[in-house]
């Protein structure tokens, strides 16, 4: 399994969306919106689980820099792997982080 990092969302994006725009390139095991837990708004980013690294990588081929949702351009890349909490310390749109959507 291979995860993919996607940013540059809409925050009406949801998981349902990711996993729609992720599905010609293969199969997706998870999909995952990140959201403040104060206000519920998305964080413009999530986490995509393609099935193998081949499917992923194909993936991010054809739609890392396009436009998706409203004209945003999203990127799409491999996600680098956190040794821990504190590591998402770059991540955070907020003070409070639900990573289980």
Request: glycine letters at 6%; a positive charge; aromatic letters at 8%.
């Amino acid at each position: 399994m291979t995860t993919l990092f996607v940013c540059g969302l809409d925050y009406k994006t949801r998981r349902e969306n990711l996993i729609e725009l992720f599905t010609p390139f293969g199969k997706v095991r998870t999909a995952r919106i990140i959201v403040d837990t104060k206000t519920k708004r998305s964080c413009g980013y999530g986490f995509v689980e393609m099935k193998n690294e081949e499917e992923a990588l194909r993936a991010i081929f054809e739609l890392n820099g396009t436009c998706y949702s409203k004209s945003k351009v999203i990127r799409v890349s491999l996600a680098k792997e956190q040794k821990n909490e504190k590591d998402t310390d770059d991540l955070k749109c907020g003070d409070n982080i639900d990573y289980t959507i």
